[in-house]
């Protein structure tokens, strides 16, 4: 066929197509309309599997439990896994999860299901109720879906995820408590390779605070180098010192903003670095900083003139003492080097700056 005489390629959906009409026929209103169709159409599809699915393994639960006097190699459940993951060409694993997906679904979440299955609801919005809802009691999993599901179709997952946290906080504490205990034995570090030649390197299921502690510190550092004029993109300076600190190749010469695992100079300075005895001062000082900070908030519809002793009451003493107590060590800590390399000692800070303190050795 001759280039004059080509048909026109395809639409989308065309009448050659399996549904019978061209996309490209209908106005834009028809076609937001459509995807909205085809959406509550591919919900209430994707509900089927899953049905089917924990039908099939009732149904070989059933036949274990009735040979329970009969001496098998293989009983039907032991079978059930591969029989499903060669039915949809699925790895073990991954077959392993969807009987646990289906089963949990149709039966932990009956209403769940119904949505989907009415096409209220998509697949990913289901799976995230689902996970969202683990190791939380039947009573309360109902309490949640009649919270969640009647605005989930508006929601996005991220949305819903974040009111099922804040449901189970509020109504269970404890369940929130032993979901994350139960996700923190299962802490580890991840490498993955991609297409492009690089690698996603990820902690997961790390302690929260642990892991915003040490977010703060890498942010810090980047910052520090930014504001000194590194020409590194501020994500790039966030790469490079987070590689940096875990290969042991990124040095500051003073502490970082956060205080816990310092980075301290290499023994040919002979210089102590940043001591236990400072962490614990910087620390404490630090924590009733912010309490401070907070009374003051509390107050602040008071008189601009009173003093903070009066704005924060004890607090304010308590800080002032431990400020006292962090520079009186910063100043010991200084005239000792000094000392040691005859330079004149200058007091410094009790709030380090950390955004000048980073040198610029940040890199991979």
Do not use: C
């Not at 009647?150 to 804040?166: C, D, S, V, W």
């Not at 040919?268 to 400072?278: F, I, K, N, Q």
Request: aromatic share 2%; proline share 7%; charged share 25%.
């Amino acid at each position: 066929m001759s280039v004059a005489t080509q048909a026109p390629p395809l639409s989308p959906i065309s009448p050659q197509g399996p549904l019978g009409f061209d996309a490209g026929e209908l106005s834009d209103q028809e076609l937001v309309e459509t995807m909205v169709a085809a959406r509550r159409l591919a919900s209430q599809i994707q509900a089927v599997k899953p049905a089917a699915v924990a039908e099939l393994t009732r149904r070989r639960f059933a036949e274990a439990a009735g040979r329970d006097a009969v001496v098998e190699v293989l009983s039907p459940v032991d079978y059930l896994y591969d029989e499903v993951a060669e039915a949809l060409t699925l790895t073990s694993t991954a077959a392993d999860g969807l009987i646990r997906f289906a089963t949990e679904l149709t039966r932990r979440l009956p209403a769940t299901y119904a949505a989907l299955a009415a096409g209220d609801i998509d697949h990913t919005k289901a799976r995230t109720i689902w996970h969202a809802t683990d190791q939380v009691d039947e009573k309360l999993t109902s309490t949640i879906e009649a919270e969640v599901l009647p605005k989930a179709p508006e929601q996005t997952t991220g949305q819903i995820r974040a009111k099922i946290r804040r449901l189970i906080k509020q109504l269970n504490p404890e369940a929130a408590d032993r979901r994350r205990e139960e996700a923190e034995k299962r802490r580890g570090v991840e490498l993955i390779e991609t297409q492009d030649g690089t690698s996603h390197l990820t902690g997961v299921d790390l302690p929260a605070e642990a892991a915003s502690a040490a977010h703060g510190r890498v942010s810090a550092i980047a910052t520090g180098l930014k504001r000194d004029g590194d020409d590194r993109a501020i994500d790039q300076l966030h790469a490079d010192v987070f590689l940096g600190l875990l290969r042991g190749t990124f040095v500051t010469g003073e502490p970082p903003a956060d205080t816990t695992d310092r980075p301290t100079p290499g023994p040919a300075t002979g210089d102590p670095g940043w001591t236990a005895l400072d962490d614990a001062i910087a620390d404490v000082a630090r924590t009733e900083l912010t309490a401070l900070t907070h009374a003051l908030d509390a107050q602040s519809h008071r008189k601009a003139h009173r003093t903070v002793a009066n704005a924060a009451g004890p607090v304010a003493d308590v800080a002032r003492t431990e400020l006292t107590a962090l520079t009186h060590a910063l100043d010991a800590q200084s005239h000792r080097k000094a000392h040691r390399t005859g330079r004149t000692p200058q007091t410094q800070s009790p709030k380090p700056e950390p955004a000048s303190t980073a040198h610029r050795s940040a890199g991979p």
